[in-house]
């Protein structure tokens, strides 16, 4: 009961956002129109399921992590001018990498120059959370409005099976140390984000044999502080090639018992971090070397 009466005052106090953005609410993906901005190159931890791609490589992948060329914050402007003529239903624009979107200063640059500019787009951001108790304060001070966190385990010792190392503070940490650091600073920073007003989602990448039966720990651990959790089915690639997908009967019984504590999300279509236009749209194919982005009606998911 005081778990429901929780989720009915998130959802009034974030109604006018929800109402708007498509990874947010299943019912806007044939509706709204999104953009990210693969202003964002660089990383700072080392996940095993992760390998970013970049032009060529990346024409024919529909995934987290690839884009057809990293844009610089100077570009911007005129991108979402030209694509806002193209698109009058595009209302969210986020950043999502190719690399974690708080280790770039371009994702502050771009950030200030959507809220000077396109004051009525909606910012979003996703990153892995390691950077975000420092940065929570200066997101919300830029009037982003919603932020996803990748969290994939809340137990060191499940963790580093999934993330190798983490870069903080000028220092490599790996195994359980890198994994308590990143953990740590997740929960400080969705905490703290929070606190800002932040309408949070939390990510997780569901990983049969590595963190089945964990992920309702996460719920569990976010239920206060998270508006929503995403659980998205691993790719098996890089060196989790070798893993399976989780099943449909495992996925769908993994949210049903995740949603005791935090409301789930449904309908992911694991984005580019190139991807334009509406969630509900088939992908179209990159063609060629020369690709003009604004030629297209959307580029990918």
């Known amino acids: 009961m005081e778990n429901n009466i929780k989720k009915k005052k998130l959802m009034s106090k974030f109604a006018h956002i929800t109402k708007v953005h498509p990874c947010y609410n299943e019912k806007l993906h044939d509706k709204i129109g999104r953009v990210h901005l693969p202003v964002a190159p660089r990383c700072n931890i080392a996940c095993r399921f992760c390998k970013r791609s970049l032009g060529d490589e990346s024409s024919c992948e529909n995934r987290p992590g ?6 610089k914050p100077e570009e911007v402007e005129d991108y979402l ?5 193209k698109m009058p239903n595009l209302k969210v624009v986020g950043i999502a990498g190719p690399g974690d979107s708080l280790f770039n200063k371009e994702t502050f640059e771009t950030l200030e120059i959507i809220d000077e500019k396109f004051p009525d787009l909606i910012k979003c951001l996703s990153t892995n959370g390691l950077l975000l108790p420092k940065y929570a304060k200066k997101l919300a001070d830029l009037n982003l409005k919603t932020l996803t966190v990748t969290v994939n385990a809340v137990r060191p010792e499940i963790l580093k099976e999934i993330v190798d190392w983490i870069y903080y503070e000028g220092k490599v940490h790996k195994g359980e140390e890198g994994a308590e650091i990143l953990i740590k600073n997740q929960i400080e ?3 703290k984000a929070h606190d800002e007003g932040l309408i949070v989602k939390i990510n997780t990448v569901l990983i049969p044999e590595i963190n089945l039966n964990h992920v309702v720990d996460i719920a569990k651990t976010f239920k206060d502080t998270a508006y929503l959790q995403n659980i998205i089915p ?3 690639i890089y060196k989790m090639e070798n893993l399976r997908k989780p099943t449909c009967e495992e996925i769908s019984r993994v949210r049903d018992e995740c949603e005791e504590y935090l409301q789930q999300f449904r309908a992911c279509r694991q984005c580019r971090a190139d991807a334009v236009g509406l969630l509900g749209e088939e992908p179209l194919k990159n063609k060629g070397k020369e690709l003009n982005i604004f030629d297209l009606k959307h580029f990918s998911h």
């Open 66 to 71: 690839v884009a057809h060329h990293i844009m």
């Open 81 to 85: 001018n030209e694509l806002i003529k």
């Open 189 to 191: 920073g969705v905490e």
């Open 234 to 236: 691993l790719i098996p």
